[in-house]
T-cell receptor, first 121, second 107 residues
Framework: EVQVVESGGGLVQPGGSLRLSCAASGFTLSSHWMNWVRQAPGKGLEWVASIKKDGGEMFYADSVKGRFTISRDNVKNSLYLQMNSLRGEDTAVYHCTRTRFGNRGGPFDIWGRGTMATVSS | EVVLTQSPATLSLSPGERATLSCRASQGIGSYLGWYQQKPGQAPRLLIYDASNRATGIPARFSGSGSGTDFTLTISSLEPEDFAVYYC?????????FGQGTRLEIK
């Protein structure tokens, strides 16, 4: 079964850090762009970051640029999101998503259930 | 940044009726638009990619059309499981952006 499963969320104080992980299975990770998309409680979807198949290019939303880093390990079939200098507005469910084969960036054809990151004192 | 504006914000219809959802882009994006469905407590699901192509396993009652700046998602005859929130998303340019969503509710 093709799936991605996120982990690493939790409660962190403002200014703190979290590292999210995404374990991919059922497909060849190195054949796809991968992404993080977040959804604040009761709000819509917000794209956060994308990474090229070989990790050679990364793109970020302005709201996280300079604070978040997306990375991947194709040997370990894993995607990561290092989140530093966290703010209250970063509180959200973070979804790991797969880009449809042959496409750059989107569309996102596989979604994980997400991991919740809560930034609060 | 490409801003996507969805309308209406809420659409109230009955099962069996036809639903028409709109997504307008602030600048031309070719056909690089996708549609997603999200039900409460679930992850979004890709319905349509590149404006008019159904994703794997998506029923034929879902169809997409449009190009440039104006796009439409049509559900030909609503089933009870279709009542959900729908988002459009563009992949024409960075940053990737989503519309604010249309809530399709049972009348």
């Amino acid at each position: 079964e093709v799936q991605v499963v996120e982990s690493g969320g939790g409660l962190v104080q403002p200014g703190g850090s979290l590292r999210l992980s995404c374990a991919a299975s059922g497909f060849t990770l190195s054949s796809h762009w991968m992404n993080w998309v977040r959804q604040a409680p009761g709000k819509g979807l917000e794209w956060v970051a994308s990474i090229k198949k070989d990790g050679g290019e990364m793109f970020y939303a302005d709201s996280v640029k300079g604070r978040f880093t997306i990375s991947r390990d194709n040997v370990k079939n894993s995607l990561y999101l290092q989140m530093n200098s966290l703010r209250g507005e970063d509180t959200a469910v973070y979804h790991c998503t797969r880009t449809r084969f042959g496409n750059r960036g989107g569309p996102f054809d596989i979604w994980g259930r997400g991991t919740m990151a809560t930034v609060s004192s | 940044e490409v801003v996507l504006t969805q309308s209406p914000a809420t659409l109230s219809l009955s099962p069996g009726e036809r639903a028409t959802l709109s997504c307008r882009a602030s600048q031309g994006i070719g056909s690089y638009l996708g549609w997603y469905q999200q039900k409460p407590g679930q992850a979004p699901r890709l319905l349509i990619y590149d404006a008019s192509n159904r994703a794997t396993g998506i029923p034929a009652r879902f169809s997409g059309s449009g190009s440039g700046t104006d796009f439409t998602l049509t559900i030909s005859s609503l089933e009870p499981e279709d009542f959900a929130v729908y988002y459009c998303q563009q992949r024409s340019d960075w940053p990737l952006t989503f519309g604010q969503g249309t809530r399709l509710e049972i009348k």
